[in-house]
């Protein structure tokens, strides 16, 4: 049954609750904000974390930065992007843990678009836009 709720102000991608009943949810959104929001379980807004990957603003932006999170049981957010191969853990604060990226197959990457963008590219060029070449899943 339902006990509450309350009104987000941004289209969400992914919800998680921890312990302590604080609830993150993951932004959908193409303007340069937080990644994730956390909220009270009575809808008080407590806190932001997660920097973008891509920083402009944007529809391609909002594709890019689109993320799935969880959290374990120690409280801590894992955080994985839909079309980027990376994932983020922070702490229930919100500092970065942890950044691992993995490798793609090549055969999921079309010749034309292979070596085109890295993690490199985008440390050095947050605020371009441009076409990634796979979705990540």
């Known amino acids: 049954s339902l006990v509450r709720s309350f009104r987000v102000p941004f289209?969400?991608?992914s919800v998680a609750v921890n312990s302590a009943g604080e609830i993150f949810v993951a932004v959908s959104s193409n303007r340069n904000i937080p990644l994730v929001y956390v909220f009270s379980d009575s809808g008080q807004f407590r806190?932001?974390?997660g920097e973008r990957i891509v920083k402009a603003s944007g529809s391609l932006s909002k594709s890019v930065n689109r993320?799935?999170?969880d959290i374990d049981a120690g409280d801590n957010l894992f955080l994985?992007?839909?079309h980027w191969p990376l994932v983020r853990k922070y702490s229930a604060a919100g500092?970065?843990?942890s950044e691992s990226g993995f490798s793609?197959?090549?055969q999921l990457i079309p010749d034309a678009q292979r070596n085109?963008?890295?993690f490199e590219f985008i440390a050095k060029y947050p605020n371009s836009s441009y076409a990634l070449p796979f979705l990540v899943h």
Do not use: E
Request: proline share 14%; net charge positive.
């Open 104 to 106: 793609v197959p090549p």
């Open 80 to 82: 994985a992007f839909r």
């Open 116 to 118: 085109m963008y890295s």
């Open 47 to 49: 806190r932001t974390m």
């Open 95 to 97: 500092n970065l843990l």
């Open 11 to 13: 289209p969400i991608d």
């Open 67 to 69: 993320a799935v999170i």
